[in-house]
């Protein structure tokens, strides 16, 4: 089981093996490797770091303690239907995702984060809702 933050959810969506620091794109990896070949793996919503984050590099703003983080998984997560402390496999993620979300509720509910300005995320929900489940990472 891997415990999530709720904007990490939609992270994984758009993962394409970039990140912070070899040991985070090699933590990432793993885990989205891991949900993406086996979808029935649960995992469990937290509320601040999670598995992820435990690789976030210490090189000095620790963004994973931030308020409007904090703001965006509570977002998330109840886009979804999800609370924290809950267990789900990750194909009831996969399913809420195509029932609740549309690629452009990105832009307003992740604005400020960096990554969104690549495209992918919005194209991992795409997937999800084609039913295509998770890129492959190369």
Excluded at 65 to 92: M, N, S
Aim: proline share 4%; hydrophobic share 30%.
């Amino acid at each position: 089981m891997y415990l999530l933050r709720g904007h990490h959810l939609f992270c994984l969506l758009g993962y394409r093996g970039m990140g912070y620091s070899k040991e985070y794109v090699e933590n990432m990896t793993q885990l989205h490797q891991q949900l993406r070949q086996e979808p029935k793996t649960l995992v469990k919503f937290v509320k601040g770091p999670d598995c992820l984050c435990e690789k976030y590099p210490n090189s000095g703003d620790y963004h994973c303690e931030d308020q409007h983080i904090y703001d965006r998984d509570a977002t998330i997560l109840e886009k979804l239907g999800f609370e924290v402390g809950q267990v789900v496999p990750w194909t009831e993620v996969e399913n809420q995702i195509k029932e609740n979300v549309v690629p452009s509720d990105l832009s307003s509910i992740c604005d400020t984060c960096s990554w969104r300005t690549y495209g992918v995320c919005e194209e991992g929900v795409q997937d999800i809702i084609d039913g295509n489940g998770l890129r492959k990472v190369e």
